[in-house]
Structures are given as structure tokens and as C-alpha cells.
């Protein structure tokens, strides 16, 4: 088991720029989950995909985007990209219960570190 | 609203000292607590979920307990080790799939 895997591992992009991170969860998992970690500080919800539709969302701006594949792969898309956008981007997936709700435990992959100069 | 506090931010301890770490939450509605450990610019290792119904999880040389009519969960590690030494968070899941997280603490063993 491969566990949750994301690509790329690092980033460089300028003031603008818009951005693509990809995800693939652990072997078995329906539901993806995205948080931005800026440095010094604990993960930030951004948003979860499960059935391919987003269905909970942090406190982000709608230049944060995503998208959920029939594999249950999931992007996080990010457009118009902020000096303060700079952050390690964290995937972590778990398996839904019958009702959709996640009471599961979360696994995370290894994260993409973005920087925007 | 939801927050989550971590206490203390740092520790620093000898090893084969015995520790407790310290999370607390604004809200107890709920549905479980999961303890992480991040190593420095690495994703987060899950390291114990407690269920809302469960007192306690232990796993090894750790232990967490929850207490939701207090807010509070606690992280113990026995016998500690300088590969111990990583920042430790909690994170929180309320309804609607919301998980909040605190912002760790950075624990250093010394050999």
C-alpha cells in the first residue's frame, strides 16, 4: 500500500501565476481532504471532495478550486497565486462512512511545498 | 467558533523522561480527536484517533486520553527518546467533516 501520495513535491511559481497540486489517497479511501500549513503553524482546512463534489469548505477565497476524479485522485487548483499563499499544502484521505460522513481516521501524504515569489 | 490550543508550544527534556502534552478545544461537540506527529517540512503521521465515546487510546509507549466535558486531551509518552523529537498536533473533527487543528508543539529530546 502506496499510502496517500502527492506530486510535485516542490514549487515555484510568481505573484499571479496559477497552480495545479494532485493527490492520490491511501488504497481504499472515497474521501480527500486539502490544508494549507504556513510555517510555525498547525494546518488549515481548505476543503473535502467526496462522490467528486466538494461538500465542506474552510475559510478560503474561491481562487482556491479542487476536483475529485471517479478514482477518487483529487487537484487542488489555485489561481491569482499571493505572496501569502507560500505554504506547504498537506492531501490526507479517509474512508467515509454509508452516510458520507468521516468519522475515520485521517492519513496524510507527504505534502507539496509551494513558494510564490 | 471552533478553536484549538496546544500547550506549551515548546519542550524541551531529557531522555527517558516521562511527558505530557496538552490540547484543548473551545467547542466539545465532537466526533473525535486524532494526535499527529510532524517531523521538520514532512506531512503528518497519525498517531492515535480517539473516538467522541472512548476516554482513552493508547498505542506503545503512548497514551491519549479525552475529556470533552472539559475540552481537554492529553498526549503522554513514556520513556521518551531523541527520536521522539518532532512537533506533535491535535486535530478536531466537528460535524460536517470540519477538522480543526491546533498549532503543535515542538518537542525536543536531548540524548
Known amino acids: 500500500d502506496a499510502g496517500v501520495t502527492q506530486s510535485p513535491t516542490h514549487l515555484i511559481k510568481t505573484r499571479g501565476q496559477q497552480v495545479t497540486l494532485r493527490c492520490s489517497p491511501k488504497?481504499?479511501?472515497?474521501?480527500v481532504s486539502w490544508y494549507q500549513q504556513a510555517l510555525g503553524q498547525g494546518p488549515q482546512f481548505i476543503f473535502q471532495?467526496?462522490?467528486?463534489?466538494?461538500?465542506q469548505r474552510g475559510n478560503f477565497p474561491d481562487r482556491f478550486s479542487g476536483h475529485q476524479f471517479p478514482n477518487y485522485s483529487s487537484e487542488l487548483n489555485v489561481n491569482a497565486l499571493l505572496l501569502g499563499d507560500s505554504a506547504l499544502y498537506l492531501c490526507?484521505?479517509?474512508?467515509?462512512?454509508?452516510?458520507?460522513?468521516?468519522?475515520?481516521?485521517?492519513?496524510f501524504g507527504p505534502g507539496t511545498r509551494l513558494t510564490v515569489l | 467558533k471552533q478553536e484549538v490550543t496546544q500547550i506549551p508550544a515548546a519542550l524541551s527534556v531529557p531522555e527517558g523522561e516521562n511527558l505530557v502534552l496538552n490540547c484543548s478545544f473551545t467547542?466539545?461537540?465532537?466526533?473525535?480527536l486524532q494526535w499527529f506527529r510532524q517531523d521538520p517540512g514532512k506531512g503528518l503521521t497519525s498517531l492515535l484517533l480517539i473516538q467522541s465515546s472512548q476516554r482513552e487510546q493508547t498505542s506503545g509507549r503512548l497514551n491519549a486520553s479525552l475529556d470533552k466535558s472539559s475540552g481537554r486531551s492529553t498526549l503522554y509518552i513514556a520513556a521518551s527518546q531523541p527520536g521522539d523529537s518532532a512537533t506533535y498536533l491535535c486535530?478536531?473533527?466537528?460535524?460536517?467533516?470540519?477538522?480543526?487543528f491546533g498549532s503543535g508543539t515542538k518537542l525536543n529530546v536531548k540524548p
Open positions: 486535530a478536531v473533527l466537528y460535524n460536517f467533516n470540519k477538522f480543526y
Open positions: 488504497s481504499g479511501h472515497d474521501t
Open positions: 490526507a484521505s479517509s474512508l467515509a462512512l454509508s452516510s458520507g460522513v468521516s468519522y475515520n481516521e485521517q492519513f
Open positions: 471532495y467526496y462522490e467528486e463534489e466538494e461538500r
Open positions: 467547542d466539545s461537540a465532537i466526533y473525535n
